[in-house]
């Protein structure tokens, strides 16, 4: 019986206790929180009166989408700015946007034009691209400290806008925070 009560208590340390575990201790973005924001905002375009008010008559747009802009003093890879603009465009399903509401989402000029400088794809390839439109994002943060503590503050805000009159039709945001306590160094 004692054994039973040793492996008990051994398991709870291993675990580790609520309350138990070290406080954070940086404000970094991490990978979670890029994804959270795609999906966020993913669900806030599906949902905007932007894209509810057409349908399979109104007048076709292509959407170029371009990777996130990174004001924020946080190292954002690439790939990752990429994969903010990429998980909204592919929240939906490419078919779904082309029958019944007229839309399609195409690569940047610049990296249309790459891949035809490195051959992986043919000259022809998206001759009648076309876009109408262009779909933007912009990461910002705000830093407050406070003694041993900060709490980093940040905003990623996305944007359609038609290419022909500059208009903004959509525009919409995701904030988050993340708070570190302590040194940075401990």
Known sequence: MRTAGLWVIAAAGA???????????????????????AVEMAGKLRGSDFLKERGPGS???????????????????EAD????????????????LSKEKNIAFVIPAEKLR??????????????ERAP??????????????AGLNRTDLYLCEYRITDLASGTLEWSDAFEFKRAA????YD
């Open 15 to 37: 675990i580790g206790l609520p309350g138990c575990a070290a406080p954070v201790k940086t404000t970094a973005i991490t990978v979670d929180d890029i994804q959270e924001v």
């Open 59 to 77: 007048p076709r747009m292509v959407i170029a989408i371009q990777r996130v802009e990174n004001l924020t003093m946080d190292i954002i890879p």
């Open 81 to 96: 700015r990429w994969y903010l603009m990429d998980r909204v465009r592919s929240s939906f399903s490419l078919m779904e």
């Open 114 to 127: 790459a891949a035809r400088e490195k051959g992986t794809i043919e000259a022809d390839f998206a001759a």
């Open 132 to 145: 109408t439109h262009e779909m933007t994002a912009t990461f910002r943060s705000v830093t407050r400290a």
């Open 181 to 184: 306590l302590g040194r940075a």
